[in-house]
């Protein structure tokens, strides 16, 4: 069997799609069965560049230590349990472990524990050495529905009423899920739905019954939920991107629902005058032009790549030069191939992650404008002013796009370089010097007078960039008093450092 | 600021039962472990890291390396149940190590084995030590054995330092090597200081060049400023080469550390005292106004180098009666700690969990709190002005006069933004 070898891996574990589902549920505590690494990713550092909570509350690790390991993670497991009853963590809550791919690696199955432990209690195996986080999300969802919905609803329970809708799919670590479900909510709405659950973003493991009550299911994305949608065997559509996929979905979804059409026109037509008038607007503005002259790439979620390529190809007229979806499929390139692409052609835009951004500095691609459009990445999507999907995301696309064209515009007309003369004024921050030669390695003296300087000149720079910034323009005052052949770094190398505009 | 909060609980008639640390340690406050290791080696120019390990991990870690470590593009195997069960590892490490050797400028590729692959059982004799020229490194970080990511950076550097430093090169006298992540500017002022003294800054490490590290080696002693380098200094003291602990800071710190490094580097005592008073006599200078006066903090990070914070806190004039870390004790902590206690500080956690920092928070009242982020969320929840230790005190200098002085303004500053920190409290939560 060959080895499959990853590039900056795009697609996290079971453990961590499952946990992310689980964990939106405020009335349910989650024991990972894990090292603290483990925990640590998902519970404190990634939640909160994806999803902007300081940490996940309602998960614990069993702290996998060198002798559970070899022994077993049993022991561990009963005293986080003990503790956590202790502390009353539990109290009100329903205990769900799960497991891990280093409790899997040495086969810690907790069912029959759990079982005597607390007939409430349930064990979750993620199956995380083998599963993606798209699959963990799905099974994850399958799971609360088997467990803790189904066996409460008589078996062809009918719908509550005709015009009820569930929303399935939104959970952390999904980006720009806030926006999106926005959009997604209104639009629903706007064709005479009523919201049933938002699962499992907005509902809790207690109301996982109420599921049956919906007549329709709108799945939010094509990554995962349609396992869940399928179970709960009512008809479903997926969330819709753009002018025209847009209003086929408020079609369809007005006839599934018994709306009169008449009212689903209406709110179309009401919606061509607001939310979409800026389309229409830049549409017939020159803005619309350069849509036809350049091209963009796409990488992101199947949801994401799907409607990018509807709406900016079809839509809109723009090239797709390519795309790459998660979960990735054969034909699509993978990391390396993207890499390469980037490298050797980069389209003017990039919808996509950090890793395409890394690989566009590789290079020092200033030309191409990065889009975020999906994890991994440090990203704040909180607010609803966001979305891709629905009229509102076709807007607001636009309009970030001509937004970057301006920019690239800004950045082609020329310019007089101003020079900054006085200490203490303009900020010497830039491009960054090059690395540390073999030879700029050692540390070389610096005068008093040079050292304060560098210092004033720190001050100047904005907080968060001092600390590259005071390495760069070491190194380049180094650099240069090296080229003049001092021993000492004087004032007038720092000088010519920020000058340089280092 | 606040004019004064009591240091105990309200009740001060009736001696107070001691602090006795959290009913349990449930949440452990560590970055994982092994993202130490990837900060530390993937910064080196020209480290192309191999990573062996799961999914998940690859996903956290790579996630994490990339907004904290370095712009750098990271290599793994793919090791699910059919790799792992049919004992592929070996050959999954070896296909990622020839895949690495590949890229552009490649000066060394760390292997960094994690938690399945350690126990799936990576053989290093049966790893390559090197691939077209191109040095091969194994360094074990499973996060079920190493406790903290700091310590996970020591183990990391060591693994490196072990294969470049050379043994046989000469020692050139009077020059220091750094040891710890600081300020960029402190080796400079640092450098700065030993150049009075006739001594000089031969390089800081964990170096961001192979060469800085092989430069270690030339030291005539280096300084562990941080104190959780255990193997990395061990790796030197090996080498003949001196060992100085602790670091430049605050009035006692500085002029101590100054005499140490004299000593070590065999300069000249009476230029050498005058130094040390002088850096003394300008920290007095600057403390006399004790701006922390009255103010009570609390520090809880986990770098591992929270100490050395609250030793210039308590010089400010702040009562700081705990301090929690993530790392564990050990002799290069013992100096601090014993300081620490003996000026107002009543306990020192190492191995923290956030129980610990919590009941902390029930048994003192702070006006300030340095910590973790869950720590700090939770005091910005009750509406005291809180700050995330790693992203805004590592960011600034820390040694001698003029890195106190300039930490103790940045302190003084936060502690008069409470007003702020009450409304918020005010506007969401009541």
């Known amino acids: 069997m060959s080895i499959t070898l990853i590039r900056d891996i795009s697609d996290s574990s079971s453990y961590w799609g499952a946990s992310w589902v689980f964990g939106c549920f405020p009335d349910i505590h989650i024991v990972c069965d894990a090292p603290i690494g483990c925990y640590n990713l998902l519970g404190m550092a990634i939640t909160d560049y994806t999803d902007a909570l300081p940490h996940m509350a309602n998960l614990t690790p069993t702290s996998i230590r060198e002798e559970d390991v070899i022994n077993g993670t049993t022991k561990a497991l009963q005293r986080t349990i003990d503790d956590l009853r202790g502390l009353g963590t539990l109290e009100g809550k329903r205990l769900l472990v799960i497991s891990t791919a280093e409790s899997e690696m040495i086969s810690a199955d907790h069912k029959q524990f759990l079982a005597q432990l607390d007939p409430e209690a349930r064990f979750f195996w993620s199956q995380s050495l083998d599963h993606d986080e798209w699959q963990g999300r799905e099974r994850a969802l399958l799971f609360a529905w088997e467990e803790y919905g189904k066996p409460l609803v008589p078996a062809n329970a009918a719908p509550k009423a005709a015009n009820l809708v569930n929303i399935i799919g939104p959970s952390l670590g999904c980006f720009n899920a806030p926006a999106d479900l926005h959009e997604v909510k209104r639009l629903i709405t706007g064709v005479g739905g009523e919201l049933n659950l938002v699962y499992p973003y907005e509902a809790s493991l207690a109301a996982t019954p109420k599921l049956a009550a919906a007549a329709v299911n709108v799945v939010l994305y094509r990554e995962f939920g349609t396992g869940l949608a399928e179970a709960l065997g009512r008809p479903y559509l997926f969330a819709p991107f753009g002018v025209f996929g847009t209003t086929e979905f408020l079609r369809e979804l007005g006839a599934l629902l018994g709306t009169p059409s008449d009212q689903v026109e209406a709110f179309i037509a009401a919606e061509k005058r607001t939310t979409l008038q800026a389309v229409w607007d830049l549409w017939r503005g020159p803005q619309s032009d350069w849509f036809a002259t350049v091209d963009c790439a796409v990488v992101a979620g199947r949801s994401y790549v799907e409607g990018l390529t509807q709406f900016l190809g079809n839509e809109l007229g723009m090239k797709i030069a390519w795309s790459s979806g998660r979960p990735r499929r054969e034909e699509e390139p993978d990391n390396s191939e993207i890499r390469r692409r980037l490298h050797t052609k980069p389209p003017a835009f990039i919808f996509g992650s950090i890793n395409e951004k890394i690989y566009l500095a590789e290079t020092n691609a200033r030309m191409t404008q990065f889009i975020p459009a999906t994890f991994p990445g440090p990203v704040v999507r909180r607010t609803m002013g966001t979305p891709f999907m629905g009229y509102a995301g076709a807007a607001n696309i636009m309009q970030e796009l001509v937004n970057r064209f301006y920019d690239i515009v800004f950045n082609f007309l020329p310019v007089e370089q101003v020079k900054v003369e006085t200490a203490g004024h303009g900020p010497p921050a830039g491009p960054p010097a090059a690395a540390a030669s073999a030879a700029s390695a050692e540390t070389m003296a610096w005068s008093k007078e040079a050292t304060e300087r560098l210092d004033a000149a720190l001050e100047q720079v904005p907080f968060l960039a001092r600390i590259s910034a005071s390495r760069t323009l070491r190194l380049a005052a180094e650099e240069a008093a090296r080229v003049r052949g001092l021993r000492e770094v004087n004032v007038a190398m720092v000088e010519a450092a920020i000058a340089r505009g280092v | ?430």
């Open chain 2, 1 to 430: 600021m606040a004019e004064h909060t009591p240091p105990a609980p309200d009740d001060e008639l009736s001696a107070p039962e001691p602090f006795r640390g959290g009913s349990c340690k449930l949440h452990p406050q560590t970055m994982c472990p092994a993202f130490g290791a990837l900060r530390v080696l993937s910064r080196i120019e020209g480290a192309q890291p191999a990573m062996v390990t799961d999914a998940g991990c690859l996903y956290g870690l790579t996630f994490v390396s990339h907004f904290y470590a370095a712009r750098k593009s990271i290599l793994a195997p793919q090791l699910g149940t059919a790799e792992l069960s049919s004992g592929q590892v070996q050959e999954a490490a070896q296909a990622v190590i020839a895949e690495a050797a590949k890229e552009q400028n490649v000066s060394v590729i760390p292997v960094i084995s994690l938690c399945v692959a350690e126990t799936a059982g990576l053989a290093e004799e049966l790893l390559p030590t090197e691939v077209d020229g191109k040095p091969v490194v194994l360094v074990r970080v499973p996060a079920y054995a190493i406790h903290s990511h700091p310590e996970a950076k020591d183990i990391a550097l060591a693994a490196v330092m072990r294969r470049f430093v050379d043994a046989q090169v000469e020692a050139e006298p009077h020059t220091l090597a750094l040891l710890g992540e600081v300020f960029p500017a402190d080796p400079l002022i640092i450098d700065g200081l030993l150049r009075k003294m006739g001594g000089r800054v031969v390089t800081t490490l964990p170096g961001r060049h192979v060469d800085e590290l092989k430069l270690a080696g030339r030291a005539t002693a280096v300084a562990a400023l941080h104190p959780y380098y255990r193997e990395t200094v061990g790796v030197l003291r090996e080498r003949g080469i001196g060992v100085v602990t602790g670091a430049p800071i605050g009035v006692e710190g500085s002029a101590a550390w100054i005499r140490a490094v004299g000593a070590a580097l065999d300069l000249d005592e009476e230029v050498v005292e005058q130094v040390a008073s002088a850096e003394e006599a300008a920290a007095r200078g600057f403390l006399a106004m004790q701006p922390l006066k009255g103010t009570t903090i609390m520090l809880s990070g986990y770098e591992g180098n929270e100490m050395l914070y609250a030793r210039l806190l308590i010089e400010g004039g702040a009562h700081v009666p705990y301090v929690s870390t993530s790392i564990g004790q050990s002799m290069l902590t013992a100096a601090d700690e014993a300081w620490l206690k003996a000026h107002g500080c009543e306990t020192v956690v190492y191995r923290k969990a956030i129980e610990d920092d919590m009941a902390a928070m029930e048994y003192w009242r702070f006006d300030l709190v340095i910590g973790t982020t869950t720590l700090a969320a939770h005091a910005k929840e009750l509406g005291i002005p809180a700050v995330y230790y790693t992203n805004i005190l590592s960011v600034r200098p820390l040694f001698l006069a003029g890195g106190m002085i300039a930490s103790l303004s940045f302190v003084r500053e936060l502690l008069g933004r409470k007003p702020l920190y009450e409304r918020m409290v005010d506007f969401f939560q009541r």
